[in-house]
């Protein structure tokens, strides 16, 4: 389950900042990548290859912290390429969670060795808890959070450090509810019991228009899932 600081789980911290050691702006092959994250995080480099590939798929974050280039699969289930395929950059989004970092901003601990250090979380400069949301089962606990729209996410922190006291209500006046990458239409009245409670079904339904072929048939076009 991710820090709320950070809205990152360990291993998706870890890649990050293993990415930030070698950015140079350019893409970097992504094997020599997940070697650096394997400095910090003490397991398989399959495991830290599936959450990279996951932080550069557009259709699974709605603003994506990796830049990949090659095959990273897509939404019907197709599998990304080799690691030794594929290259990978930081996006603008994922430095700005990352600046500051070397300036005392967080906390560091020792990595698995006690050979290296890593950051507690990132400085983060914006609610990425909130922006890409996060799934994930833990020991004895699990999080299901909905991503949300950045723009409006940020025009609701600017309310609140307006007014500190701001409503639920009024909250949901700026940030109207969930935001998937895939589209769709969110049909659900129990938002504002999830937002209150925490605990909440959120129904959704495809974008569909009538297409009419030439022989009057109709096909029905799914844009958005």
Excluded at 134 to 146: C, D
Aim: charged share 25%; hydrophobic share 40%.
């Amino acid at each position: 389950v991710p820090h709320v600081e950070d809205g990152l789980k360990p291993v998706q911290r870890r890649i990050l900042h293993a990415m930030k050691t070698v950015d140079d702006g350019r893409y970097n092959k992504v094997a020599g990548i997940v070697g650096e994250t394997m400095k910090y995080h003490p397991h398989g480099d399959t495991s830290v290859y599936d959450a990279m590939v996951r932080l550069a798929q557009k259709f699974n974050m709605r603003m994506p912290l990796v830049d990949g280039q090659g095959n990273f699969g897509s939404m019907d289930g197709d599998s990304a390429a080799a690691m030794r395929y594929t290259e990978a950059r930081l996006t603008p989004l994922a430095l700005e969670m990352l600046r500051d970092l070397d300036m005392d901003t967080v906390r560091w601990c020792w990595n698995y060795d006690d050979k290296l250090q890593e950051p507690e979380m990132l400085p983060s400069r914006f609610p990425n808890i909130l922006v890409n949301g996060s799934s994930g089962i833990a020991v004895g606990l699990a999080t299901n959070i909905p991503p949300h729209n950045l723009g409006e996410v940020i025009d609701g922190v600017v309310a609140y450090i307006d007014k500190k006291n701001i409503s639920l209500k009024e909250m949901m006046k700026i940030v109207r509810g969930p935001d998937f990458p895939t589209g769709g239409y969110v049909v659900a009245d129990e938002l504002e019991q999830a937002y209150e409670t925490g605990k909440g079904k959120i129904t959704m339904r495809a974008k569909v228009h009538i297409e009419v072929l030439p022989n009057d048939r109709k096909n029905l076009v799914i844009t958005e899932l």
